[in-house]
């Protein structure tokens, strides 16, 4: 991987692929995870997952492992060998969320089947009580909060009971991205919760953070799911007006963009966030800088929003970066 | 058991507390008595029978024997009372010794001759004191762990309020309140002269065993907004009473310190019988704050089962046991319990041997408690269930429906009543209730045919002959030939209006919560349709008019009806639109 020491700079790497959308493209350490995972070598997982050196990554990398199709088979048995600790139980529990969310399917409830809502319920149900247990016995493991939140939601349990859940994280991790974008999910109105609630959340969590932590990013994810939800038409212009691209330009100057910003795996996230949000507004001067720093490591969300990810990647990217003078491909 | 077993036992439970409490009988009643500092002195009679000694039928005897008991006594202006718990009726009085002497006499007297003329007023006292009493937010939990028997019936009225004859209330008295089913105890140095507690001899009998109505536990059961009460029954130990107020002091910490969800967290710890106690546990909650209150006391019980239990928790549950024993007068304090143990036939333990156990409880058994507690919890949440924490909901319907004669709701074509040869059962879609004949409590009985069938399990099935198809005399008088005489409750008439009328319902039973507006489609319909109405009245006068003209037009009636026929379809999509709307 090409890195770039600050966002600031342009130059992120580009090829004549296109994006990648692939996180393990664009952070090849995971890499190694991933070939343990699918050769269910739980002893090769445990001690990847051991030299991990922040919490941020552990839970990055407890999501992504769990979006490996027949985990839970290797899983299950290293849950059972090591019952004291977290670390399997919480992957096999993020793997049924996952199970379960693939069964359920991204769909709004409506166009959810009975069956399919029983099964995902069932699914979240056995991750639930494999938490319950894990952060009662290990109250500061964030990624069992994190997927609490999942659960929380998933199963319907209350915008107070998912509060509840991200403030006993919170108490021992504060700003946690993962966590946060999570509960922002909960406190839309898809999820029974309000804009103001949801817009409220990500400022909190802007403000509330250090000088260049990429929790400002949830500012600009808040933004995506209000135009998400707009009508066609209202929602160019949500995403045009002025009111928006200030917000976001304060939430980025504070978070990513801001000199103590230091990358992580996180950053790319952030970033796609904030590009994709003054892409549609047609701020290209602002989404410069997030392109330079992106390069061609695309990520999934939030570019899985719009029809043709990857056709409007390429051409937000060239038109924000033509803001900029210079010539990109 | 024999009169000479039970007094063998007892004085192998009081040998314990040899120079601390002073023992004796007082006309053949076990009696302990210790001194107390003060002028006064308090004295109690206990005897072993309460409410979960009644059924269904019967509740309310116990409590009316002790209200005839106390009658003769008026007002006078001693400082007396009596209580009918579960599975002891108390008579306490303090006062000086002539006072206390005076109250025990005429107590005994009144029980060995009760005031039977004041039983239809005792009756209606105990009915209107109900009414008055109110519903707390856990008086649920029993009838769904227990069944409308034993320890149950405190979920229930005192239903035999009604029914109650003299002779059932003489007999209930002559055999559970006697000199072998009592202990006497006194804050004093010496029994007072002049005691005379002739009270017939009988039997001292255990506690009721505990019927069950819970196949599967951890369980679950909605209640009312606002309160998550648990409750769980432990082996009585003294590290479970060192649990109850570990698990209050967490959930105040979690739930209003840590939270602010909670006004009130707090549990309890009280003994049911000689071997186990009933564990409850209680927050309220604000109605936004209700679904964190309930994940907050799933977690906390969580919590305390993974073992993970500060020492400072148990030192501070422990503390505050401990300081009961820094009373002045530490053995008159303990007399109530130590009478209570006599006659529950639970262990008696000395001071010394309490602390001691007090001091040996370690973080570890607390954790084997709140195993316990968990595995034999029941829940009561408000709005949605628990079943994500691994409850089980309680059962909501029976498990068989019985066959007979079957009789339509009259308000809901999807909802039967059977009524059979070996029970009743309510057949609703979801699923039946069922009470049958051989295992009912209770049957209330209207003059007017309603009948109320009570299963031991808790189900209730109502007969409203106004409110089912074909509920004739007869078939009311198969219900009463086939209930046991000993569960039927006679009730008073009711007022005409009290007697339900069917209700029809105008739409699904999903319309009103969540069917959308319909306003704005209502002035539609009418607009359109009193359009339609009008043309329609204006084309009947053409025709008439033409039908009696010497040479009609019809070509013209012809026309004029063809307009209304856009109108009357109009309507009509405005009706269905309408009424699609509504149902949501």
Redesign the interface.
Known sequence: MTSTTNGMAGGGPTSGWGPTFDPYDNTPELIPMRTAAQAGHWPTVRAWFAGLDSVDKLSSAVGLLADIPGVENFLERAAAESPGDPLPRTLLAERYVYIGWDIRSGARAQHVSRDQFTQFHDWLRRAEQLLIEICAEHPSYAPAWTARLMTARGLQLGQAEARRRYDRLSAHHPHQYHAQAQLLQQLCPKWSGSWEAAHGFARECATAAPDGSNSGALVALAHIERWLDLDSGEDAAYMRGLSVRDDLRNAAQVSVLHPAHRPDWNSLGAHNAFAFAFSLGNHWEYAAPHFAFIGDRATESPWHYVPDKKSSFLKSRKAALETRGGGNR | MSTDLHEHDDRAGLAALAGLVSHTTTQHIPTLYAPASGNEITAGLFFRVGRADETLATAGLTHLVEHLALHRLGLSDLHYNGATANAYTLFHVTGSEEEVVKYLNSVCAGLRDLPMERLETEKEILRTEAAGRGNGPQHQMPLWRYGAQGYGLSSYNELGTWSLTPDQVRHWAETRFTRDNAVLWITSDRVPDGLDLTLPQGTRFPAPAATGALPRTPAFISGDDGHVVLTSVLRRSTAASVFADVLGRALFKDLRQE?G?SYSAEADYTPRDADFATLTAYADSLP?????V???F??TL??L??G?IEQSELDSARAKLLKMYDTPDLAAAALPSYALSLLLGHRILTPEQHRAELNAVTTDDLRQVARETWDNALLQVP??GV????LTLAPQHSQAALTGTRHQSLEDEEVTLVIGAEGVSLLTPRGPVTVRYDACSAMTARPDGARTLTGHDGFSVTVEPTLYRGVTPERVAALDAAVPAGAVVRMPARQPDHIPQPRKRTSGPRSAGNGRSTVGWTVALWLVGLLAAAWGLLCGIITADEASATAPEWDAVTGVWILELPLAFATWKVYAARRQRRRG
Not at chain 2, 387 to 390: E, K, M, R, S
């Open positions: 939270g969800y936004q704050k209700q679904d964190a309930v994940g907050g799933v977690d969580a919590r089962r993974a993970r709005g949605r079943d994500w924490a691994g």
